[in-house]
């Protein structure tokens, strides 16, 4: 398995292989979640994850407060799925990404807003801290 793990000055980067591919005799991986922890902040990407998580996965992620979430619903997983992993992570603050269009964009919201509050933000960049970290919010960035 393709694993990392580096400091860059005071960002710790590693990564959870995920979406195992047997080909014959071996196995290959077919995604990455990379973790990113910088100012007592852990951050998530998800990549093109394929399945919910296991529980080695779990345990290879720690506490996560902010997870990049693929929500297109076609190139990853459907998006009832991705609510599964989601609730399997638990962050205060996830960030959709991939969706490509307000149609699924609206679709995956719909599953969600009842667990999260809906933020849409003016710009396409956030600051977050410990101190003021949101609970249980969904923030959509506009593209650049």
């Not at 393709?2 to 591919?21: F, Q, S, Y």
């Not at 973790?35 to 951050?43: A, K, S, T």
């Not at 269009?101 to 003016?122: I, P, W």
């Amino acid at each position: 398995m393709a694993t990392h793990a580096h400091t860059v000055k005071d960002m710790e980067v590693w990564n959870v292989p995920t979406n195992l591919i047997r080909w014959g005799e071996g196995d290959t991986n077919g995604n990455s979640i990379f973790v990113f922890q910088v100012e007592n902040l852990c951050i998530a990407h998800l990549g093109h994850l394929h399945h919910v998580l296991t529980d080695e996965n779990l345990a290879g992620l720690g506490a996560i407060d902010v997870l990049f979430v693929p929500v297109d619903g076609a190139y990853t997983m459907a998006q009832e799925y991705m609510v599964k992993v989601i609730q399997q992570i638990r962050p205060a603050v996830i960030i959709p990404m991939h969706y490509f269009n307000e149609h699924t964009l609206g679709r995956f919201l719909a599953l969600m807003q009842d667990s999260y509050e809906v933020v849409v933000s003016d710009t396409p960049t956030v600051t977050l801290s410990r101190l003021d970290l949101p609970l249980r919010q969904l923030l959509i960035l506009p593209g650049i």
